[in-house]
């Protein structure tokens, strides 16, 4: 899957992009199709640098930048997309994610069959993080590990 991005001049818009294979045993490259899937329903604002990773069958994705660096750019959301539905659901965390405070460039972990989320590093306009955060998707509680 592909999401987001950035373009020259502007940051692209969320999509998802999926990989339809012709065998599960052996593809040959040439038989590998890229397909645009828009999502119904409310979307992640476009965003790059983010943080994202598998849960289950589904994508959770955190943060990013929106590039403007005139504004507070650095977004601080959890968005976990659906990828049998084909739609996108924000997770709201009571006392907001991470601190407060947006982050761009980290890395987002889960373990597989875990409820448990990880989240280290990234940065902000005016610092960077060496902080593990623990997100509990079951429970929707954030601490620091």
């Known amino acids: 899957m592909v999401l987001g991005g950035r373009g020259?001049?502007?940051?692209?818009?969320?999509?998802?992009?999926?990989?339809?294979?012709v065998s599960t045993l052996a593809v040959p490259v040439s038989a590998l199709v890229w397909d645009f899937s828009p999502s119904?329903?409310?979307?992640?604002?476009?965003?790059?640098?983010?943080?994202?990773?598998?849960?289950?069958?589904d994508i959770i994705l955190y943060?990013?930048?929106t590039g403007n660096l005139r504004t507070?750019?650095?977004?601080n959301d959890l968005w976990r997309y659906?990828?049998?539905?084909?739609?996108?659901e924000?997770?709201?965390?009571?006392?907001?994610?991470?601190?407060?405070?947006?982050?761009?460039?980290?890395?987002?972990?889960c373990a597989p069959g875990s409820e448990l989320l990880y989240l280290f590093g990234g940065s902000s306009t005016d610092d960077a993080f060496n902080q593990l955060w623990e997100f509990n998707m079951q429970l929707l509680r954030v601490r620091m590990a």
């Open 82 to 88: 659906h990828t049998l539905t084909n739609l996108w």
């Open 90 to 109: 924000s997770i709201p965390v009571p006392g907001l994610k991470p601190d407060g405070i947006g982050r761009y460039g980290a890395t987002l972990s």
């Open 63 to 65: 943060g990013g930048t």
């Open 40 to 57: 119904d329903g409310p979307n992640p604002q476009p965003r790059f640098q983010y943080a994202w990773t598998d849960y289950h069958s």
């Open 8 to 21: 020259l001049t502007a940051v692209a818009a969320i999509a998802i992009a999926v990989i339809a294979a």
């Open 72 to 75: 507070d750019s650095e977004l």
